[in-house]
């Protein structure tokens, strides 16, 4: 399983090629024996696990309860809202049989579940008192993909999807606005990945959204990576599927709808956002293990005594949390491998804090780590590292945010002329194809026009960043008036 | 949603009505727009949770790890294990079409997944030094039913399925018993439900496995419910897949694994251990709410004082853990509800306690509370309450797990003679058509002439448990040889 491993490619050299090795080494997915599905192994699999658990806790103290809606979407569900369809029946996976027999109406594997929730939120809406209803699900959904790339584009993935039912636009929009909100504290504080919140330009609105808002990454290849969206979905989900409620004016009116979203999509952020030509970097905060120990031992006697010395620190260390989680402590003992190769699995696979210990450091009482994020070796006592483990854990986890908010903050420039936007994203060197431009902040009229002139250069509005400052300027490609600045990147 | 409520169908009356109006009453779940397929609500899932979070750490605890293989089966794949796709092609939901285009091969949703993973573990599997692979999936999964009952037999259902491979068939029956046993010791002491543990007789095993173990429970109709199972698949599934190792001699051998499982029909067997009259009882290990509150006041004044009198209370329980999983505490202050209604909702809901708190109680520093599983209501100092509250928690555990353990005993007998058998099995009043027979623990040779006697009884064998002593005796139903008993059985 894995245990052999050649030099990596260099992030510098080709970052797609590195991405997949970095995966493959740590062996974190691999594409399934379907077609453009992947498989989540064990160690990758752990990740999503941590997100959940983490980013569940968050659903549920901003007043949501989790609920299980199926994966068969009816098609005249999907055709009932005009943009849906238009936008997703084209990328779904049909189900025309099942039991042996045709259906009488085709089944489509869920995209998203606007329509099926939708139909079910119709019953359980009649007065302003059911309201807001405040549910999230954590499934799997499908979009059939062309070109697939692990954890950022698969044909099957793993989400949460969040679907709200309010009484005013008002509160829609909040919850809407709360929810961005939520998965920017999440990606910033547990994936140490920092984004920019905004509104998606209107081509790239969510089918069937009045606004949709996202979280926007950049990556180290200096792309944006779109990590999370949530859409206001005003009455237009309400109105096909007739949400109706009761209102406190004894009026009929129809819910205002939001829903919200992220995946394993994110996991792709994490391995963009820190890892190096090592291997993955992980988050202490979502790492599958944060500490792992390789005990040093010429022979079975001195190995009986490391491993006597370690008992107790492995005991104290799996009995903490690191947050609302356990704290994830392995003893690498195994045999066929020697100390080396232990040390570059460990590091493929990024874990925050590795510790060696050998004869010496039994007989000193202390032992020796190191940082997976950089820096020396250090020594320090085994009691001092049972009491210092989990600020060490902290500052890794804001030592890796810093780095990456700086990365970025070098890779963003304000411009305000097309020439200059058209040279940022050209390649300055035939060697490096992939890696130059980053986020360009602009002014954005939001025009049809731009769309197409962006296209040429392979750049996308990423979003119309919230809380900036209203300004008199002009659309950097069409010169439209505009008030307001936009992110412009390529992007995954 | 669902606040009217009116006099409930007794269990005595029409079981299967019960059965129903119970789970609505509850807001569990509801059936779904799609044929088939059911909404599992918020207070239903919050238990599937509970199993999962609780289970998750038994199956991790034993070893295992998670991870996520593809919904899609390829139908080549399906066809290479020939029991198993006999057994599985004809209920399964087939994809035809994805992304605008018939698709080159059909795919199966998957009904279960020895076919997809046998197909990676093949890759992940080289060298004895790669076994044993110990792995769980939490995942949905489709089985076309014709007729279907909400958490007991759905089209798609929520499960957990372990797949693992081992050198050895001695480990791999011993790792078949293991996770039986894990699962005979989560039914019993979290969801407080009797089970018994045996083999499943040979025209009933999973399509592909050489043993099919199960878990059985026995309901209030006396019929029985497979609860969990767990499968040695001998050679079976290495040889359709190829999932060969290079053992300690340096000899190719095919692997031996296992498979086991279990569903959110768990949910429906909580509710038909436990249930009663008045609705659901939750064993407080796996309850969504432990205590409920509602504070009785005449006017707005004396509702302050109430709720300020309760701030510490609540605060101190919202702190504490019942298990590994967080105390679940609710104050029900709706407006729009006169305590009885609330109260009536609750016990519908089957919360382990619920508490009153009014201005008598307020002055003498008490609280009022009544145990779901029944007894007179209890007055106690505020103080006190949360001093036992984990221990009266446990006190209701046990008590529902004694309650339905006695009943399993007094609707279990053993028989030698089939007229007595047949006597047992056939309905004595035709008012209670539902409500007769239990279990018969009888001789049993394992011919298949026995199969058409039972089906025209309609009973089944449910399994031989484990752990009995052999001793000679002779088939209930067709007088063969036989060294051991068996349970037999109404079932879902």
């Known amino acids: 399983m894995g245990r052999k491993f050649k030099g990596m490619t260099k992030r510098s050299e080709d970052y797609p090629q590195w991405y997949q090795e970095v995966i493959k080494g740590a062996e974190l997915a691999q594409h399934a024996p379907v ?30 309860e989790n609920a299980y809606f199926p994966l068969f979407v009816p098609e005249s569900f999907i055709n009932k809202e005009k943009d849906h369809v238009e936008g997703f029946a084209p990328e779904c996976a049909v189900v025309t049989h099942a039991g042996g027999h045709k259906l009488e109406e085709n089944l489509y594997i869920r995209p998203t579940s606007e329509t099926i929730i939708g139909d079910v939120y119709r019953g359980w809406i009649q007065s302003y008192r059911d309201l807001p209803l405040l549910i999230n699900q954590w499934a799997n959904v499908v979009r059939w993909e062309k070109r697939t790339r692990l954890f950022l584009r698969t044909s099957e993935f793993l989400w949460q999807e969040g679907h709200t039912a309010h009484e005013t636009p008002e509160e829609a929009q909040e919850e809407t606005l709360k929810m961005l909100e939520v998965y920017r504290s999440f990606a910033e504080d547990y994936l140490a990945m920092p984004v920019i919140t905004g509104e998606k330009p209107a081509y790239d609105r969510f089918a069937g959204a009045d606004h949709t808002y996202s979280i926007e990454g950049m990556m180290q290849d200096r ?3 779109q990590a999370g969206t949530s859409h206001n979905l005003g009455q237009n989900f309400a109105k096909a599927f007739e949400i109706k409620y009761l209102s406190r004016e004894q ?35 979502v790492a ?31 009995k903490m949390r690191y947050g609302e989680l356990k704290l994830r402590v392995k003893v690498d003992n195994r045999e ?3 100390p080396g190769p232990k040390f570059f699995e460990w590091e493929r696979k990024g874990v925050p804090l590795r510790v060696e210990v050998g004869m010496r450091d039994v007989a000193a009482g202390n032992l020796v780590f190191a940082r997976r994020d950089g820096g020396e070796k250090q020594t320090m006592s085994r009691d001092s590292f ?26 963003t420039v304000e411009l305000d002329d097309l020439n200059e936007f058209k040279a940022f994203f050209t390649p300055k060197n035939k060697k490096e194809p992939e890696i130059h431009g980053g986020f360009v902040l602009a002014h954005y009229a939001g025009c049809d026009e731009t769309e197409k002139t962006l296209k040429e250069l392979k750049v996308t509005v990423r979003c119309v960043p919230l809380g900036q400052d209203e300004e008199d300027g002009k659309c950097i490609v069409t010169g439209q008036p505009s008030r307001k600045k936009a992110i412009f990147s390529k992007a995954y």
């Open 35 to 64: 077609k453009g599905c992947m498989v989540i192994r064990p160690y990758g699999y752990a990740i999503w696990e941590n997100i959940q658990r983490q980013l569940d806790e968050m659903i549920k103290e901003t007043g949501h």
């Open 336 to 338: 066929a491998l020697r």
């Open 223 to 225: 792309k944006a990576l």
């Open 386 to 411: 049972a009491e210092n483990v989990l600020s060490l854990l902290d500052e890794i986890q804001q030592s890796i945010y810093d780095k990456a908010l700086a990365f970025r903050k070098e890779n």
């Open 288 to 318: 599958p293990l944060h500490v792992v120990i390789v005990p040093i031992a010429r022979n079975d006697e001195d190995k009986a005594k490391v491993n006597e010395y370690l008992e107790p620190l492995v005991a104290k260390l799996k």
């Open 251 to 285: 009026k009929e009116e129809f819910a205002w709808t939001t829903s919200w979203g992220v995946s394993t999509r994110l996991i792709g952020g994490v391995i963009m956002t820190h890892g190096d030509d090592k291997g993955v970097v992980m988050p202490p905060k």
